[in-house]
């Protein structure tokens, strides 16, 4: 099948070579010339701007936008939306606001462009292990796109079968669901997002505790010099809490134990703010989550250990490299 995609940073790029490896066929842009460049280097199409890439497509067309959530991806739909025609898809795939979804997909539904949004989990791994999607639109046009979604998603690998979904939808275990109507698939990526700031708090937390056993605060026979990368590596095989952010924590502890590639000052880019306020919204006592997002906030005023670890696993799943944190703009 055919797709367009705009964006090609760390998660545009590699979707582009997925689909590309998969048998599809990619027409791509992004403001970077070296990224379109290295991307047709690798079986994609380049397109000169948005409307080369639109005008590269056979109607009906699906244009994939995997841009920063807020102005950089309002400013490409809207701009796409102009040069498509009724009957084509524009997809969100990355972290968007998901009111914002809902007002797209009513105003582009005005000009006969469907709106599809997909919050797309599995970062700078997802070459290779594949996308979890979280898809919201109409269902023709999902259904449509299915192809793309099949080629993306991780498959079912050498997960075993959950007892009792024999009779449910089968795409789910290979990594890709259906969530509802416009904005829905974004609302569950946030509310994703929202659980891993918890469980990275949990760990980096954890961890400090670990770590700071050999203070000399304490008496001197309870005081222990524990190895974090052995136990985070210990704690991969069999335990309770093993999970990718732990194997993520294995990683980063085995390059460098002291973490001191970190400052420990925790970025943030909306996702977990909104979870809070949707927990607000609902009057949900989410006690964990509002405290990792506050956690991050002050992680920007000092740094601890267990914030270096959390900046470690930004690193490890996104590629997120650590930056002077600004306020999050409204999109
Ligand atoms: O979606 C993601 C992981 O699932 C992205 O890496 C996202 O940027 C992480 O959120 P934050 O930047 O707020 O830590």
Not at 167 to 176: F, I, K, L, P, W
Not at 196 to 225: C, H, V
Not at 251 to 271: C, P, Q, R, W, Y
Not at 296 to 306: E, I
Request: negative net charge.
């Amino acid at each position: 099948m055919q797709l367009g995609i705009v964006g090609l940073g760390r998660m545009g790029g590699n979707i582009a070579r997925r689909l590309t490896r998969a048998g599809h066929s990619c027409v791509v842009w992004d403001r970077n010339e070296a990224a379109v460049s290295d991307l047709a280097a690798d079986g994609s199409t380049g397109a000169a701007g948005l409307e080369d890439l639109v005008g590269k497509l056979d109607a009906p067309r699906a244009v994939w936008v995997m841009l920063p959530a807020g102005a950089p991806t309002e400013q490409t739909v809207n701009a796409l939306a102009a040069v498509m025609e009724p009957g084509d898809v524009i997809i969100d795939g990355g972290n968007s606001f998901y009111k914002d979804d809902i007002r797209r997909a009513a105003s582009l539904r005005e000009k006969g462009i469907v709106y599809v949004d997909v919050g797309t989990s599995g970062g700078v791994w997802g070459l290779e292990r594949g996308y979890c999607m979280m898809i919201g639109g109409e269902k023709a046009s999902v259904d449509r796109l299915d192809p793309i979604f099949a080629a993306l998603a991780p498959g079912r690998g050498e997960i075993p079968a959950t007892p009792g979904r024999e009779s449910r939808d089968h795409r789910v275990e290979q990594g890709y669901l259906h969530t509802g109507p416009a904005g829905s698939g974004h609302f569950v990526k946030m509310i994703h997002n929202g659980i891993e700031y918890g469980m990275m708090q949990a760990y980096a937390e954890g961890f400090e505790i670990l770590k700071r056993k050999d203070s000399t605060e304490l008496p001197e026979n309870e005081r222990y010099s524990l190895d974090m990368a052995d136990i985070a590596e210990v704690w991969r095989r069999g335990s309770v809490v093993s999970s990718w952010l732990l194997d993520l924590c294995a990683i980063a502890l085995a390059k460098n134990e002291t973490l001191s590639d970190f400052s420990g000052a925790v970025a943030d880019s909306g996702e977990g703010r909104w979870t809070v306020m949707a927990a607000i919204e609902e009057a949900v006592s989410a006690e964990v989550l509002s405290a990792a997002l506050y956690t991050r906030f002050r992680s920007r005023q000092d740094h601890t250990f267990g914030e270096k670890l959390l900046s470690a696993m930004r690193f490890q799943f996104g590629g997120h490299v650590e930056q002077p944190v600004t306020p999050v703009k409204e999109g």
